[in-house]
């Protein structure tokens, strides 16, 4: 998992770990190769700018200087910003007070939204609550059936009402099937598009309206980069998402997403995907992340 940027990352960082003093000229050398190495992982150039004179202003500082192993204190400085840059602690799940508490998953076709969906009603099982999910695509067939399947193979119920039905009804249905069966969680999987439009946010809009989430999911996949955060970005502009699920995290994805959609949309990544199997999600740390990536 990412890693092409860790070897960079490494390798700029490993010059000053056997240096016993800093000079000023070693810590602009290896933010050169920091800059350099988050560019090439496709990260935002203006989050590479701010990240780069952060840790330049912290690594240059008295504390560093005067400190026993100040090559030491550099990795730490770059292990806590890049910690920070994605959002610092972990960030769990808004419940409701009264449930069922309703998690909607919003994003793009093929960003993984079925997929995580189910992974996100297991770990739900995991912790004892009894989720039931809402097929709201009502423009593929396809995957009102692909959720079906899922269901049945984590044995959670699924509440669909076919394509020919406006998907807030189906939002609401599903609120009504969960008070029914004592369902505590709902999750509904909605449509996605090949691009961002209009139409689908105002969609998305009317079910949120009617059947208010208490967590609105974006799904992104990290493969896509930058676009993943264009793409975050256009979401969070026309609906009030709370947090973003990073999925195909296991691909030989460079790195862009991860480190730049918190920073750029200001949304919390809540968990990431690490692959197609049906397993529970993975709750996002951060600072796990920034170690694996520093090694
Ligand atoms: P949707 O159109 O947003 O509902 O996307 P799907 O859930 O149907 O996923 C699209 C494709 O991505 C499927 O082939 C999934 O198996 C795959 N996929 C979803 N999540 C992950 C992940 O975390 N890792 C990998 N490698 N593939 C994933």
């Given at each position: 998992?990412?890693?092409g940027?860790?070897?960079n990352?490494?390798?700029?960082?490993?010059?000053?770990?056997?240096?016993?003093?800093?000079?000023?000229?070693?810590?602009?050398?290896?933010?050169?190769?920091?800059?350099?190495?988050?560019?090439?992982?496709?990260?935002?150039?203006?989050?590479?700018?701010?990240?780069?004179?952060?840790?330049?202003?912290?690594?240059?500082?008295?504390?560093?200087?005067?400190?026993?192993?100040?090559?030491?204190?550099?990795?730490?400085?770059?292990?806590?910003?890049?910690?920070?840059?994605?959002?610092?602690?972990?960030?769990?799940?808004?419940?409701?007070?009264?449930?069922?508490?309703?998690?909607?998953?919003?994003?793009?076709?093929?960003?993984?939204?079925?997929?995580?969906?189910?992974?996100?009603?297991?770990?739900?099982?995991?912790?004892?609550?009894?989720?039931?999910?809402?097929?709201?695509?009502?423009?593929?067939?396809?995957?009102?059936?692909?959720?079906?399947?899922?269901?049945?193979q984590?044995?959670?119920?699924?509440?669909?009402?076919?394509?020919?039905?406006?998907?807030?009804?189906?939002?609401?249905?599903?609120?009504?099937?969960?008070?029914?069966q004592?369902?505590?969680?709902?999750?509904?999987?909605?449509?996605?598009?090949l691009?961002?439009d209009?139409?689908?946010?105002?969609?998305?809009?009317?079910?949120?309206?009617v059947?208010?989430?208490?967590?609105?999911?974006?799904?992104?996949?990290?493969?896509?980069?930058?676009?993943?955060?264009?793409?975050?970005?256009?979401?969070?502009q026309?609906l009030?998402?709370?947090?973003?699920?990073?999925?195909?995290?296991?691909?030989?994805?460079?790195?862009?997403?991860?480190?730049?959609?918190?920073?750029?949309?200001?949304?919390?990544?809540?968990?990431?995907?690490?692959?197609?199997?049906?397993?529970?999600?993975?709750?996002?740390?951060?600072?796990r992340?920034?170690?694996?990536?520093?090694?």
């Amino acid at each position: 998992m990412l890693e092409g940027l860790s070897n960079n990352l490494q390798k700029a960082l490993s010059k000053l770990k056997s240096k016993g003093k800093l000079t000023e000229s070693d810590v602009q050398e290896a933010m050169r190769e920091v800059r350099l190495a988050l560019l090439a992982a496709d990260v935002n150039v203006r989050v590479v700018k701010q990240f780069v004179d952060k840790v330049r202003e912290r690594a240059i500082g008295q504390d560093v200087q005067k400190s026993l192993t100040p090559g030491q204190q550099v990795v730490k400085i770059v292990h806590e910003e890049l910690a920070s840059l994605m959002g610092g602690s972990e960030e769990r799940l808004r419940m409701a007070a009264k449930p069922p508490t309703v998690v909607m998953l919003v994003g793009l076709q093929g960003a993984g939204k079925t997929t995580a969906a189910a992974k996100l009603a297991l770990s739900f099982l995991k912790h004892q609550h009894r989720p039931l999910m809402a097929a709201a695509d009502i423009y593929r067939p396809a995957a009102i059936h692909q959720l079906e399947v899922l269901g049945r193979q984590i044995d959670v119920p699924v509440f669909s009402l076919g394509t020919d039905v406006d998907p807030v009804d189906i939002a609401k249905g599903a609120m009504e099937e969960a008070r029914k069966q004592g369902a505590d969680v709902v999750i509904i999987d909605t449509a996605g598009r090949l691009h961002v439009d209009a139409p689908l946010m105002e969609e998305l809009s009317r079910i949120h309206q009617v059947v208010p989430a208490d967590e609105l999911l974006l799904v992104v996949d990290a493969m896509t980069g930058q676009d993943a955060v264009h793409v975050a970005e256009s979401f969070s502009q026309s609906l009030p998402v709370t947090g973003v699920i990073l999925t195909k995290l296991d691909g030989d994805t460079r790195g862009g997403a991860a480190l730049t959609v918190r920073a750029v949309t200001g949304k919390p990544i809540k968990f990431v995907g690490l692959g197609e199997k049906i397993e529970p999600l993975e709750v996002f740390h951060p600072d796990r992340l920034a170690s694996r990536i520093l090694g």
